[in-house]
């Protein structure tokens, strides 16, 4: 499965970004898609994920009640919704498949990455 992720940019501290995901290649996904990102001099961390079948999502604990985790099956397409911004969200993100788990190991098929910068 390829994977392209988009809808990345600026935000001020406090605002609202939505990320996207689109999965293509006529492979189908099994079990879900995740969404990490990685901030400069840091690992690629988790940040959520979501079940392709039931719709079942997991969060890490600095996002959860912030950013919200969806798909569209039909669209073959995984959205992050990310509110309430702070500086430390600031990072290049990433969605992957073909996992529901935290861990980076899990996924084989990575997008490319899109910005999120988060202004003052």
């Known amino acids: 499965v390829q994977l392209q992720a988009s809808g990345g940019g600026l935000a001020q501290t406090g605002g609202s970004l939505r990320l996207s995901c689109l999965a293509s290649?006529?492979?189908?996904?099994?079990?879900?898609v995740g969404w990490f990102r990685q901030a400069p001099e840091k690992e690629r961390e988790f940040v959520a994920a979501?079940?392709?079948?039931?719709?079942?999502?997991r969060y890490a604990d600095v996002v959860k009640g912030r950013f919200t985790i969806s798909r569209d099956k039909v669209k073959n397409m995984v959205y992050l919704q990310m509110s309430n911004l702070g500086m430390e969200d600031a990072a290049v993100y990433y969605c992957a498949a073909d996992s529901q788990l935290p861990a980076v190991i899990m996924y084989e098929s990575w997008g490319q990455g899109t910005q999120v910068t988060v202004s003052s």
């Open positions: 290649g006529g492979v189908s996904i099994k079990n879900g």
């Open positions: 979501i079940s392709w079948s039931d719709g079942a999502t």
